[in-house]
């Protein structure tokens, strides 16, 4: 129901009943009433809705005929999905959905990740001739290879925040390494508090491990004050933070918001697992400089790392390979109290014994060459933010679009609520993007998309223009058979 309370919004002159069948229609596609689900009755709609029982009977027609549900005279009516024909022509549609081979992902608005720097191969090579000293052993490394936990812990200590290897996990993967830690520090029923919006992925992690997502609104940036309060409000032990270039607005919480937010968890005890994973991905001096095709000036110091400003026990910091080299390396890290990362290498244990050693291997290099790969990444970024940015003003003049601090999507505000209509548009024409919906809890950002600028300037200019085309048609209906994974 709760999904619900504004079913008539957005829908002047359309009829009762094909407002709430849109409705339904639009949560069913954006995946937040999963596929099987049963209905409520239409006499306990109507009455929950205030509205007349002939406006819910006549919704629920509406939508079997649409195929977004089907029923039956005394087994009552559930959520279904309606197939559609002749996506997988489309010369742009995603590789991870299609089993139609794109390993590039043209067309792919969900991904949020940069295709790997010239600087990989090689490093894969010099790792590969590693190995051989690493093939009389067993292989099993369940807490990370040593020499990527030490590299690891210099470079925390090089951002002005020390830390020993034996602080450090290697995971496979930043959402690996938030899943470890739920594992060990959540309750079922636990509320957390989650930035609104926030990375799908990790709200999902969170309700799946049994905890309750409490948001706090940082459209405007982080109000600590706000939060202490949420926090002492709602009882909430744990928050999910990203104050390195939140994914999706950008923000980057400078130091002496860190400083507050430090003094506030000191007081309330609440614990931050903070994720690092957008940490490199600084545009406040290259994205100007580009925009006036100027060289790039030094780089901005960046804030320490937010456990620098906190007690020791009450900061989980999670890092990832993902977005500073390339996400196929599957390598991500948890730093945390020494006792702390003992307790998680043994959840560890039991989960997956350990990652590869390949990998760890050829994340050592990179992380040895990080200086002028990062500087190439940002500047790299800083262009095709632009030429989103500029394709979108030329082909969506009424959408607006801010400027980013960093990471990699702009978050666009429509003048319309129709985000999740878009997104069901844009994939009948090969388009992949995540409805603003989904970063949000209880269908909120439904004026809102993310737009990530991960693909090249040629990419971003052919998707944007089917986007626009995808926005002209928003008022028809669209359907799609499945779902996707959002980075
Ligand atoms: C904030 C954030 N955390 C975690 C991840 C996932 O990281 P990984 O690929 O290391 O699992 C992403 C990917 O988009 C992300 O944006």
Redesign the pocket.
């Known amino acids: 129901m709760p999904m619900l309370t504004d079913w008539r919004a957005a829908s002047e002159g359309v009829p009762g009943y094909r407002a709430l069948a849109d409705r339904l229609r639009l949560l069913v596609l954006d995946g937040r009433l999963p596929v099987d689900t049963v209905l409520p009755s239409e006499r306990t709609l109507a009455e929950a809705l205030q509205t007349s029982r002939t406006t819910t009977t006549s919704a629920y027609r509406l939508l079997r005929e649409m195929g977004f549900a089907e029923g039956s005279q005394g087994a009552g009516t559930w959520t279904t999905l309606p197939r559609t024909e002749g996506r997988a022509d489309s010369p742009i549609w995603p590789e991870h959905l299609s089993g139609d081979p794109d390993p590039i992902g043209r067309g792919d608005f969900s991904s949020?990740?940069l295709e790997a720097p010239a600087e990989l191969y090689p490093a894969y090579a010099a790792a590969l001739a590693e190995m051989p000293r690493y093939l009389p052993g067993n292989g099993y490394v369940t807490s990370g290879l040593p020499l990527l936990r030490a590299r690891i812990a210099q470079r925390y200590t090089e951002a002005g925040l020390p830390t020993t290897p034996e602080q450090i996990l290697i995971t496979n993967?930043?959402?690996?390494a938030l899943h470890l830690v739920l594992d060990v520090v959540l309750e079922r029923g636990d509320r957390v508090l989650v930035e609104h919006p926030t990375?799908p992925?990790?709200a999902q992690t969170i309700r799946t491990m049994g905890g309750r997502c409490v948001p706090v609104p940082v459209e405007d940036g982080w109000d600590v004050q706000r939060m202490g309060t949420l926090i002492r409000q709602t009882g909430a032990h744990l928050a999910y933070l990203?104050v390195d270039f939140h994914?999706p607005t950008g923000h980057l919480l400078d130091e002496a918001g860190r400083r507050e937010l430090g003094a506030m968890i000191a007081d309330t005890g609440c614990r931050i697992i903070v994720?690092e994973?957008?940490r490199d991905l600084d545009l406040r001096t290259t994205l100007p400089a580009a925009r006036a095709g100027l060289a790039v000036p030094e780089p901005l110091p960046m804030p320490r790392p937010l456990a620098a400003f906190a007690p020791a026990e009450h900061v989980i910091t999670l890092g990832?390979a993902?977005k500073s080299f390339w996400?196929g390396l599957r390598i991500?890290w948890i730093r945390a109290s020494q006792p702390l990362i003992r307790r998680l290498a043994l959840a560890r244990g039991n989960e997956d014994m350990g990652g590869p050693l390949l990998e760890q291997l050829a994340t050592v290099h990179l992380l040895e060459n990080q200086g002028p790969i990062r500087a190439h990444r940002q500047q790299l970024l800083a262009e095709r933010c632009i030429a989103l940015t500029e394709a979108v003003h030329r082909n969506l003049p009424d959408w607006t679009v801010p400027v980013p601090q960093g990471g990699l999507s702009l978050w666009c505000q429509l003048p319309e609520p129709r985000s999740s209509h878009v997104a069901a548009a844009a994939r009948t024409l090969g388009v992949w993007l995540t409805p603003g919906p989904r970063f949000g809890l209880d269908g909120a950002f439904e004026s809102r998309i993310r737009l990530p600028y991960a693909r090249s300037t040629a990419d971003l200019a052919s998707m944007t223009e089917a986007l626009a085309q995808a926005w002209r048609s928003r008022g028809r209906a669209h359907t799609l058979d499945d779902d996707l994974t959002t980075?």
């Open positions: 949020a990740a993967g930043a959402l690996q990375y992925a990790a990203m994914n994720d994973t957008m990832s993902s996400g991500g980075v």
